[in-house]
């Protein structure tokens, strides 16, 4: 994938999840009025409410998941889900952000570097 490719599909993928969350937003208020009474019966309303902010960070994590292990449609080998997976519990452990990407990085690069695919 070229870097323009890349720069076009990062820039589609924010705008989609910024709509996405925008979209949740202008619908929780208007399933809320239009039938307040069904929603409080039925509990609908409120699931919504606190399920639409997760539409986005499914859809992120689904990528990601995809990308770590794909690579043009094939397995893309042990050392980047292996580095996902060191980043993932760095930022589980509380690590910063760019500690959790340089731990992550160092890894995948490592098992490369050792000739693990």
């Known amino acids: 994938m070229s870097t323009t490719s890349l720069i076009v599909v990062i820039a589609v993928l924010g705008a989609g999840t910024y709509g996405m ?4 937003t202008l ?3 208007r399933v809320h009025r239009r039938e307040p009474d ?3 019966r039925t509990g609908w309303s409120a699931t919504v409410t606190r399920l639409l902010p997760y539409a ?3 859809l992120l994590a689904a990528l990601a998941a995809t990308s770590a292990v794909t690579d043009a449609g094939h397995f893309a080998g042990i050392s980047r889900p292996a580095g996902v997976a060191a980043g993932f519990v760095a930022g589980w452990l509380k690590a910063p952000f760019p500690v959790a990407l340089l731990v992550a990085a ?3 690069a490592g098992l490369r570097l050792l ?3």
């Open 21 to 24: 969350r925008l979209g949740g």
């Open 27 to 29: 619908l929780a208020s």
């Open 38 to 40: 069904a929603a409080e």
């Open 56 to 58: 986005a960070v499914a």
């Open 106 to 108: 160092g890894v995948a």
């Open 115 to 117: 000739g693990v695919a």
